[in-house]
């Protein structure tokens, strides 16, 4: 399936998932992660590797986790005004495992602990519409919490990397990154790495071999590229989309089919008509025009109608549609162009029949 706009290339990136449940401790999983982001980044054959927190299957760019947030200096006065943003807690080097340079800023490093200064990366849509034309570094965010949360500083801001999930695409790209670093948490974890070749097989190998010299007993899970990932995600969307396909196909075809029949007997029982005015002096060449000139007024009344109606359905499609918009200006055309020649071809063929018939002939067997 092809994907457009997402500021990487998700053939190029493998992904992976492991849940550390022989580290109970946050200083162990710590100790653990650091080991392996060392191990990968060390290999020969890896460009760059990174880690991150793994909510459900994050990795597959499905939606991460969401909250809303406060901007310093904002005030908010219904519940509703607070900016909602999805986050994510990754390690040092994430941005370039996924080949994406920071457009402003810097990256997360080693010195990000929980006793550093807490900070933050923001994505280029939060920063655009929260500081539009102007730098994004040195802003402060707060998670909106019951408790008391600290302030977060920006240092810098990255493309949009679908921390919306890849299934919502149509929603918000409002987006932060977290040090891993600095708040560590959960059990389940994510890798994306990038290799200094496109044979992905091998950089699978690589991979399973270096997490097995850390810890036999660590499983991973959902080895693949993004693009797999991707696509596993949308399987069910993506059938969906086939059968609908289908039926639209089959629904044009039997359009078509009706559209023939009706106007071809239409035009058929203007025979009398034809052949009065055939009689009186009419030339051929204009009674035909004027049929099939009746006959596309007729098909542009019925085009229009189905455009208001296909409007109203709009919103229903769109939720089964991945990427693509509810009204696709080239299907409606290819739909116009087809049910327009074949309007023409109803009418012409008994049109022409009836004019090249004699007169007489033709109200003898009418």
């Known amino acids: ?75 908010y006065a219904r519940e509703e005004d607070y900016p909602y943003v999805h986050y994510n807690r990754i390690t040092p080097g994430f941005f370039r495992a996924m080949g994406v340079d920071l457009l402003e800023g810097r990256d997360f490093n080693l010195s990000d ?23 994004a570094l040195g802003k402060r965010v707060k998670f909106r919490s ?26 918000p790209e409002d987006g932060l990154y977290l040090p891993y670093y600095q708040q560590p948490r959960y059990l389940s974890i994510g890798m994306v790495l990038r290799g200094k070749t496109d044979n992905m097989s091998r950089l699978a190998t690589v991979l399973r071999t270096e997490m097995r010299k850390l810890d036999p007993n660590l499983g991973l ?16 969307r993506n059938i969906l989309t086939n059968v609908l396909l289908l039926f639209g196909a089959l629904s044009l075809l039997l359009a078509s089919l009706g559209l023939f029949g009706v106007m071809n007997f239409s035009v058929g029982q203007k025979g009398v008509e034809i052949a009065i005015r055939m009689a009186l002096g009419a030339p051929g060449g204009r009674l035909l025009l004027s049929v099939m000139k009746a006959g596309m007024r007729q098909l542009g009344y019925g085009l229009a109608l189905g455009w208001l109606i296909s409007i109203g359905l709009a919103g229903i499609l769109e939720a089964f549609l991945y990427d693509v918009d509810s009204i696709d200006l080239q299907v409606c055309l290819v739909v116009i162009f087809v049910l327009s020649f074949v309007c023409m071809v109803s009418c012409y063929l008994p049109a022409r029949r009836a004019v090249l018939t004699q007169p007489m002939e033709l109200l003898r067997y009418q």
């Not at 655009?128 to 034309?133: K, L």
Request: no cysteine; charged share 25%.
């Open 113 to 135: 602990t929980p006793d550093s200064l807490p900070v933050l990366v923001v994505n280029r849509s939060f920063a655009s519409r929260h500081w539009p034309g102007e730098s």
């Open 221 to 236: 899970m959902e080895v693949e590229t993004l693009r797999e990932g991707m696509d596993q995600v949308l399987i069910t």
């Open 1 to 75: 399936m092809k994907y457009s706009n997402l500021n990487f290339d998700p053939d190029t990136i493998l992904s992976a998932g492991a849940v550390l449940v022989d580290y109970p401790t946050v200083e162990e999983r710590v100790a653990f992660i650091k080991r392996a982001e060392a191990a990968l980044n060390e290999h020969p054959e890896i460009e760059a590797a990174a880690l991150l927190q793994r909510y459900h299957s994050t990795v597959r760019l499905v939606e991460a986790l969401g909250s809303y947030v406060l901007i310093d200096g904002e005030s």
């Open 146 to 171: 019951r408790n008391e949360r600290p302030w977060l500083t920006v240092i810098g801001v990255v493309p949009d990397l679908l921390l919306q999930g890849i299934e919502n695409r149509r929603a």
